[in-house]
């Protein structure tokens, strides 16, 4: 089983970033995935879900409206669209499923 994430950068506040998250070693379409970040000295905290068949979706408070997570099944890919990016999203960010996490991508907003 492996999560490869890639993506991730720098950006200016209110920019955009995609993430992508490459799943191999498992049968994709049957799990649901996530996307989690820490930043530094903080916890880990999830920031977007999304089931395995797509329909549904969830997310931190923080990221409603600006943040969108999908998945194509086809690929065994998953994404995080990430618009209007504050300095407080800043945080390494990793792909999640089944006990599997990936080895995270940086994202750094700043001017």
């Known amino acids: 089983v492996q999560l490869v994430e890639s993506g991730g950068g720098l950006v200016q506040p209110g920019g955009s970033l995609r993430l992508s998250c490459a799943a191999s070693g498992f049968t994709f379409s049957h799990y649901a995935m996530s996307w989690y970040r820490q930043a530094p000295g903080k916890e880990r905290e999830l920031v977007a879900a999304?089931?395995?068949?797509?329909?549904?979706?969830n997310y931190v408070d923080s990221v409603k409206g600006r943040f969108t997570i999908s998945r194509d099944n086809a690929k065994n890919m998953v994404y995080l669209q990430m618009n209007s990016l504050k300095p407080e999203d800043t945080a390494v960010y990793y792909c999640?499923?089944?006990?599997?996490w990936g080895q995270g991508t940086q994202v750094t907003v700043s001017s």
């Open positions: 999304i089931i395995s068949d797509g329909s549904i979706t």
């Open positions: 999640y499923s089944g006990g599997t």
